[in-house]
């Protein structure tokens, strides 16, 4: 059984968590994530949700308290965004070297200077290479199932998993959605056994330095569980459909766009809806365009793209994040992906949005209907 | 409410040992003795929780460990923090009886850690927070902390710390947060140790105590005369040994029998070599 409702997507991300039954929650505001450990803060109070909520002082102690209760074996949850997360940089690195499984919640918004409190990718693609696996959301729906997969992935994995949803574009928006029965996710999800943790009778140290040759054979070890993670989470996914009827992947296409088409869009997160619009339209005018969405961005999922890349001769990636001095962070990744494909498509760099500025599907439309006039070696900023 | 030493109950030393053989410490380290100590009141259902310091070394790198109890190493700034989150997932599994013990050092205390140890204070998180204080970094190889007396050398203070630079005082601090327990205390006075580390492990919510442990090399002090320097901190009124009553009053709980000079204890130590006399003084003036 799943019930429909109209949520607020910060809502439907509480929803999911509580379905996830988390015995602790740290927890911190930040705009545009707010509503999100609100709500939750709400469900412990009306006594739906049995979790410790701890209100701490920082950002940096809402990922260290985390820390502490997953490394004593509970199941737990955290949510943040921009400036909050790159505050818990430091720790995010030490989750993951620790292998712990957790679920963060990240709604993406723009880092400063200047303030800016609206969307981009910035935050969440600068913590690439913290060990974290990152997943990006396109619905409020697709946010909560993920949050579900992404437990259940998580402590199979032993890896900490980062759930992106766009700052106001999702957080802050009312979407029909299915919310599933409590037993259907019990089923999925079973309690999290965790295979050791801190116990007076079983006494264990965790963290203690490692000298270089066996911090190499840690860090191998940990590079391998990564490489097998796309298996791990396409399972998820799968056994995932099988109870709840929603199909996901790690690449998806959109049957927006035209699969024969040998230009393609790429894009992540909320956009994707747009971009659905937009080429929706354009191959209904004759501009025969495909449309990718990636999912799953750590790992990097690289051969599924360059399975559905592979008689592409353009691609254009639209990024919301910015590696300065170098251009689009999506497009790197694209790049780097498609570089074994033995034919490479062109790849064209454009920032598309940054800090909220709004993408409508004219935006995108432009792009491609002026597509010849892209450089192909530099990032394409709009005029 | 000076403790009675005589009352059999506050002095007891179990044979019972939750800190082996073969750890890192440095001889003379003050900080291993009291960990050594503290764990023997404590007892073996405890879990212990600490930042980078110099115990992060001490308890030993892989495959080895120097606890025989549960050992979570954190980043520097965010000790309290997981402690914190330690002691939630206990309690949601029921493990009410088991303490939490949160051991730093003076940096992850008086200065990177502060804010989360605010926040854990704050909320009256159930652990005992231990500071081991040794004055400076002494991990990094002795830079000046916020707990580094004035007058003291470190590589970071080669002239002296400057005398308008007291030490932080962290009694203080923590007893604006309404602490359940609060104490200062040194292994080098064994007996009100044991006393106050027994009434904090009796206590419940936020518990924080103190501890002055010597550094050998920071202090530039023989190793063998570590627990005599660190009494006559105590002696010469450097480090009173505190505890908060029940009106939330700090009181002295072991007077020194043979107070001697703040000069005598300094003069002990090649740390404050170059301290003038008129601040030695000052400092004596202070205390008096």
Known sequence: ?383 | MENDFSAAHAWQITSAEHMECGHMACPGCGASLSMRHTLKILGAQTVVVMPACCWAIIAGGQPTTALSVPLLHTPFAVAAAAASGVRRALTAQGKKDVQVLCWAGDGGTFDIGLQGISGAAERHEDMIYICYDNEAYMNTGIQQSSATPHGAWTTTTPGGKEFQYAKKDILAIIKAHNPSYLASATIAYPEDFYAKLNRAKAASGFRFIHLLAACPSGWKIDSQDALKVTRMAVDSGVFPLLEMDDKGRLQQTCKPENPISVKTYLQAQGRFKLMPENEIAAWQQEIS
């Open chain 1, 1 to 383: 059984m799943q019930k429909q409702a109209i949520l607020l997507g910060s809502d439907a991300i509480a929803n999911g968590v509580k379905l996830c039954r988390p015995a602790v929650i740290s927890a911190y505001p930040i705009t545009p994530q707010t509503h999100i450990i609100e709500t939750l803060s709400e469900m412990v109070d009306r006594g739906e949700l049995e979790s410790q909520y701890i209100k701490v002082e920082s950002e940096m102690s809402a990922i260290a308290a985390v820390l502490g209760s997953v490394s004593a074996g509970s199941r737990s949850f955290t949510a943040s965004s921009s400036q909050g997360l790159a505050m818990m940089h430091e720790v995010l690195h030490w989750f993951a070297g620790a292998r712990l499984p957790l679920v963060l919640v990240n709604a993406n918004r723009a880092l400063g200077a200047p303030w800016n409190i609206w969307s981009d990718q910035s935050d969440s693609f600068s913590q690439r290479d913290t060990g974290w696996l990152q997943i990006y959301c396109e619905t409020s729906q697709e946010a909560l199932d993920t949050i579900i997969i992404a437990y259940k992935a998580s402590e199979q994995l032993m890896l900490p998993i980062m759930v992106m949803i766009d700052g106001f574009i999702l957080s802050h928006t009312m979407e029909r959605l299915l919310i599933p029965d409590q037993q259907l996710v019990d089923d999925y999800l079973p309690a999290y056994q965790a295979p050791y943790r801190l116990d007076p009778d079983d006494p264990l140290t965790f963290g203690a330095a490692a000298q270089p040759d066996l911090f190499y054979e840690l860090k191998k070890t940990f590079s391998e569980t990564m490489s097998e993670a796309p298996t791990v989470l396409k399972n998820c996914e799968a056994d995932f459909r099988q109870a709840f009827a929603r199909a996901y992947s790690p690449v998806m296409r959109c049957p927006e766009g035209d699969e024969k088409s040998d230009t393609a869009i790429i894009c992540c997160g909320a956009m994707t809806g747009t971009a659905r619009v937009a080429v929706a339209d354009l191959n209904k005018r004759g501009l025969s365009t495909d449309l990718l969405k990636i999912r799953l961005l750590r790992p990097f999922p690289k051969d599924e793209l360059c399975a559905v890349c592979r008689d592409k001769k353009r691609i254009i990636v639209l990024n919301r994040a910015c590696s300065y001095g170098v251009g689009g962070t999506l497009s790197q990744e694209v790049r780097a992906a498609l570089y074994h494909l033995e034919q490479r498509p062109l790849v064209n760099d454009v920032m598309i949005s940054l800090g909220g500025k709004e993408v409508f599907p004219e935006t995108i439309a432009a792009v491609i209907e002026n597509r010849e006039e892209l450089s192909s070696v530099d990032c394409n900023w709009l005029k």
